[in-house]
């Protein structure tokens, strides 16, 4: 299930495009935190029958107990333990009923997002017919690498907003540009590494100081309902692909609605990896099976901690 993951090997690349100031608490909590939690991710989705225990995680990648669970907590919000209990088909079909009530409320209140510490104030606009018939031509697209918590990325914006979003490891730089051509192949592709690492700091920080982020996609008619639908998802919940569908109206599409999920070309902005099968088992994902499991654990840590800060 997890043998296409392959972790980052290029650490010197990685020193090189860092987000954020050096020594900043984002940088240290979370960029340099990924590779590990990557690893143990896939120890414990490997062996969450053993239910193995601290011990047992932290040797898996190469670090004492205490170090371990303080790295991973900083990271997640949640310890590793609260961590392999997400990974059971209990705690996914729990989370599967949150998601259905989540979504039906948000739908009916016309929220974007419901959770306030991840509500990116996210608004999509669509490109034009004439647009997708241009592919691109007349288009001036700023793109560069940046760090993540989920490892590097390749960020995408045009004057309309951002256009491209995905995550790649290692030595997967080049294929990740040439998706993105792939995309828009008559445009202007400026290098902007800097501009880069100032969005993902918008991005994957989420501080009440940022401006509300525009995205700018191309997609069918069909494409649009679903990604839309997807920016009422809450954070830390899941939903399936038959509920997706129903909610975007389209009730018995489960399998076209499946296939728009699987043509979002803004990881993360656009939230895919909340979309499950009605099982519980993650699915697909087309930057990474563990990197999905790792961004979920990410999320529910943090809205678990919004939760208990709150009193509510």
Not at 94 to 116: A, N, Y
Not at 133 to 161: D, E, H, M, N
Request: charged share 20%; hydrophobic share 40%; net charge positive.
């Amino acid at each position: 299930m997890l043998l296409n993951f392959k972790l980052p090997r290029n650490p010197q690349y990685h020193r090189k495009n860092r987000v954020g100031r050096p020594g900043s608490p984002w940088q240290a909590s979370f960029v340099n935190a990924y590779d590990r939690i990557a690893q143990a991710i896939l120890y414990l989705d490997q062996n969450r029958t053993e239910q193995p225990d601290l011990a047992a995680v932290a040797a898996a990648v190469g670090l004492s107990p205490s170090h371990f669970h303080r790295l991973f907590r900083e990271w997640a919000g949640a310890t590793p333990k609260d961590f392999l209990q997400c990974l059971t088909l209990s705690r996914a079909g729990e989370l599967l009923r949150k998601g259905k009530d989540v979504l039906t409320v948000s739908l009916e209140s016309g929220l974007s997002g419901p959770g306030r510490l991840h509500d990116l104030c996210v608004t999509l606009e669509a490109a034009t017919p004439g647009e997708i018939k241009a592919r691109g031509a007349g288009l001036q697209i700023r793109a560069g690498v940046a760090r993540s918590p989920f490892g590097s990325c390749l960020i995408g914006q045009t004057a309309r907003g951002v256009c491209h979003l995905s995550f790649f490891d290692g030595d997967e730089r080049e294929a990740a540009f040439a998706e993105m051509r792939d995309d828009w192949p008559l445009a202007s592709i400026v290098h902007d590494d800097e501009n880069a690492a100032q969005l993902a700091s918008q991005i994957f920080t989420q501080a009440a100081s940022h401006a509300p982020l525009q995205l700018f996609v191309k997609g069918t008619a069909f494409q649009l309902r679903v990604w839309r639908t997807l920016l009422k998802i809450q954070p830390g919940t899941l939903v399936s692909y038959g509920a997706l569908a129903a909610a975007s109206g389209n009730p018995k599409a489960s399998r076209a609605t499946g296939t728009a999920v699987g043509r979002n070309a803004l990881s993360f902005l656009i939230p895919c990896h909340r979309v499950i099968r009605e099982t519980g088992i993650s699915g697909n994902y087309r930057w990474g099976v563990v990197r999905k499991r790792a961004i979920l654990a990410w999320e529910n840590g943090r809205r678990d901690h919004e939760h208990d800060s709150s009193g509510e």
